[in-house]
């Protein structure tokens, strides 16, 4: 199961990452090419490139963290569950709903748990921490880019 789990919590995040892209499709084709942006947001394109690897990074840090076990293994698993599913809200309420300030709040909370699930995962596994960092950076990226949206788009 140990080794299964090098699959199975990359292949779950990617799931989850895209049904939520999936239940957002109307939003993300309709209303936010229609956008005003920041012009530092990305070419479309550059989306589910990052998204994909940040999926499969968080599901192989999940994998370290369960595969060395011990204490701290529980909670670690608790937090990433907590942040894939604040990751899974924010799409249907940024795309699928377009409630700009309820995803910004809702960003918020899922950059708070990812580094409360950094921190769970740094007590069984030091190198599954560090392979959360470019999600942590990433969502601090996506923080900006949604508050601008807010702004620019009353």
Request: aromatic letters at 14%; a positive charge.
């Amino acid at each position: 199961m140990k080794k299964l789990a090098f699959l199975l919590f990359p292949l779950l995040a990617l799931t989850v990452g895209s049904l939520s892209a999936s239940l957002s499709r109307a939003g993300l084709e309709g209303m936010y090419p229609l956008l005003i942006k920041s012009p530092l947001t990305p070419p479309d394109a550059v989306f589910p490139i990052v998204w994909t690897v940040l999926y499969v990074l968080m599901g192989l840090g999940l994998a370290l963290v369960v595969r060395k076990g011990g204490p701290g293994t529980s909670r670690a698993v608790v937090a990433w569950s907590l942040q894939l599913a604040l990751n899974f809200c924010w799409s249907l309420l940024f795309f699928g709903a377009g409630q700009f300030l309820a995803a910004l709040l809702c960003l918020a909370l899922m950059w708070f748990m990812i580094v409360v699930m950094m921190l769970a995962f740094h007590s069984v596994s030091r190198a599954a921490a560090w392979m959360q960092m470019p999600y942590l950076l990433w969502v601090s990226f996506a923080g900006y880019l949604n508050y601008m949206v807010w702004v620019m788009n009353p």
